[in-house]
T-cell receptor
Framework: EAQVTQNPRYLITVTGKKLTVTCSQNMNHEYMSWYRQDPGLGLRQIYYSMNVEVTDKGDVPEGYKVSRKEKRNFPLILESPSPNQTSLYFC????????????????FGPGTRLTVT | GQQVMQIPQYQHVQEGEDFTTYCNSS?????IQWYKQRPGGHPVFLIQLVKSGEVKKQKRLTFQFGEAKKNSSLHITATQTTDVGTYFC???????????FGPGTSLSVIP
């Protein structure tokens, strides 16, 4: 079954304690992305990757790190979490765009609800 | 930077009434995508519009892309309780490799 998996699904942690949220996809997609979702703000892109070893900042990258060592995995790292990073996080993957103005749909993981106290 | 806006933010309708959400971009779009997120769920792709003035239908849902490719709309005819959720539009990554989502319209349907 084609899917994007995230772990953990729920996490409560304390300020400053490093954490990693894992993301894996089994569709051989080149493009992977992390979003955070906050009430009234929709989905905001944190980081994205267009292929292995290629990552770039989205709109809200401060306080986050990512890596893309393998095509299927795209972990999100919070080295020193703060309460303003309390949010719902989604990982997504898709094929790269066709280069002719046509994009491809993103497949989202189930989400990780993070609380930083 | 580029902004994608949606109105309204919330909409409550009686079951059977119609519903429309509007999406506007500050820049011209290569394409527009629509996603639906059920309460407690994750966003799920609905459709992509690419051509100026394009209209696509999925059962009771009608999607339009503006002539100038700067706006789009989603219209639901005769809403049902299964339509409950948040509808997002997004500027796909053909424009800047980033993906920009609108803030979403949350639809409630009163039985």
């Amino acid at each position: 079954e084609a899917q994007v998996t995230q772990n953990p699904r729920y996490l409560i942690t304390v300020t400053g304690k490093k954490l990693t949220v894992t993301c894996s996809q089994n569709m051989n997609h080149e493009y992977m992305s992390w979003y955070r979702q906050d009430p009234g703000l929709g989905l905001r892109q944190i980081y994205y990757s267009m292929n292995v070893e290629v990552t770039d900042k989205g709109d809200v990258p401060e306080g986050y790190k990512v890596s893309r060592k393998e095509k299927r995995n795209f972990p999100l790292i919070l080295e020193s979490p703060s309460p303003n990073q309390t949010s719902l996080y989604f990982c997504a993957s898709s094929l790269l765009h066709s280069g002719k103005g046509v994009d491809y749909e993103q497949y989202f993981g189930p989400g990780t609800r993070l609380t930083v106290t | 930077g580029q902004q994608v806006m949606q109105i309204p933010q919330y909409q409550h309708v009686q079951e059977g009434e119609d519903f429309t959400t509007y999406c506007n971009s500050s820049t011209t779009l290569s394409n527009i995508q629509w996603y639906k997120q059920r309460p407690g769920g994750h966003p799920v792709f609905l459709i992509q519009l690419v051509k100026s003035g394009e209209v696509k239908k999925q059962k009771r849902l009608t999607f339009q892309f503006g002539e100038a490719k700067k706006n789009s709309s989603l219209h639901i005819t005769a809403t049902q309780t299964t339509d409950v959720g948040t509808y997002f539009c997004a500027d796909g990554k053909t424009s800047y490799d980033k993906v920009i989502f609108g803030p979403g319209t949350s639809l409630s349907v009163i039985p």
